[in-house]
């Protein structure tokens, strides 16, 4: 891919945000049931979406009697963010965690996965003592930014990284199946 048409995929993927997200949250959501059937196809995996993103999570999965309350965050090849910013309510829910869609540029086509929570029983670690997030557009009379105060940036660093879907699988369901890795 050259200079021109990598410069204009990444404007469109600003632009065209939101269908981004949703291609996305498919192709995870499609890879991760077809990871859940290849350990075994008769295991019911529960999908839920939240219709309104007030409580900080995008999608619910229940496998067993496990449940996860996931928020999907993206990055891409041409860019690795610093930090996440994470609703500090949303850290306090048993299972709550956090996994970042990397993809590709070219396709969007998900290259590999991203995790930051604790057990599915447990909050998520404490987020509190991170650096509160600043709004990316407002800012004050005086010129400086807003501060989010229910936000907290939560540093990239933090979280397990490069995984593949059956180790991703792994963390947010730990012990619930065979998986096979192709």
Request: some cysteine; aromatic content about 8%; overall charge neutral.
């Given at each position: 891919?050259?200079?021109?048409?990598?410069?204009s995929?990444?404007?469109?993927?600003?632009?065209?945000?939101?269908?981004?997200?949703?291609?996305?949250?498919?192709?995870f959501?499609a890879?991760?049931?077809?990871?859940?059937?290849?350990d075994?196809?008769?295991?019911p995996?529960g999908?839920s979406?939240?219709?309104?993103?007030d409580?900080?999570?995008?999608v619910?999965?229940?496998?067993?009697?496990t449940?996860?309350?996931?928020?999907l965050?993206?990055t891409h090849?041409e860019?690795?963010?610093?930090?996440?910013?994470?609703r500090?309510?949303?850290?306090?829910?048993?299972?709550s965690?956090?996994?970042?869609?990397?993809h590709s540029?070219l396709?969007?086509?998900?290259?590999?996965?991203?995790?930051?929570?604790?057990?599915?029983?447990d909050?998520?670690?404490y987020?509190?003592?991170?650096r509160?997030?600043?709004?990316?557009?407002?800012r004050?009379?005086?010129?400086?930014?807003?501060?989010?105060l229910?936000y907290?940036?939560?540093?990239?660093?933090?979280?397990?990284?490069?995984?593949?879907?059956?180790?991703?699988?792994?963390?947010l369901?730990p012990?619930?199946g065979?998986?096979?890795?192709?």
């Amino acid at each position: 891919m050259d200079e021109l048409e990598k410069s204009s995929r990444l404007e469109a993927l600003a632009e065209r945000s939101s269908h981004v997200e949703n291609v996305l949250r498919h192709a995870f959501l499609a890879e991760l049931a077809s990871e859940v059937w290849r350990d075994d196809p008769n295991e019911p995996l529960g999908i839920s979406n939240a219709e309104v993103d007030d409580s900080g999570y995008d999608v619910i999965l229940e496998r067993n009697v496990t449940i996860r309350r996931i928020q999907l965050k993206q990055t891409h090849d041409e860019k690795v963010p610093k930090k996440f910013s994470v609703r500090v309510e949303f850290a306090t829910y048993p299972g709550s965690c956090i996994v970042v869609i990397s993809h590709s540029v070219l396709d969007l086509r998900p290259t590999s996965y991203s995790f930051y929570g604790s057990s599915p029983y447990d909050p998520m670690p404490y987020i509190e003592a991170h650096r509160t997030t600043k709004a990316p557009s407002r800012r004050t009379a005086d010129g400086k930014r807003v501060l989010r105060l229910k936000y907290r940036d939560v540093p990239f660093s933090r979280f397990k990284r490069n995984l593949s879907m059956g180790q991703l699988l792994d963390e947010l369901f730990p012990g619930s199946g065979a998986h096979v890795h192709v």
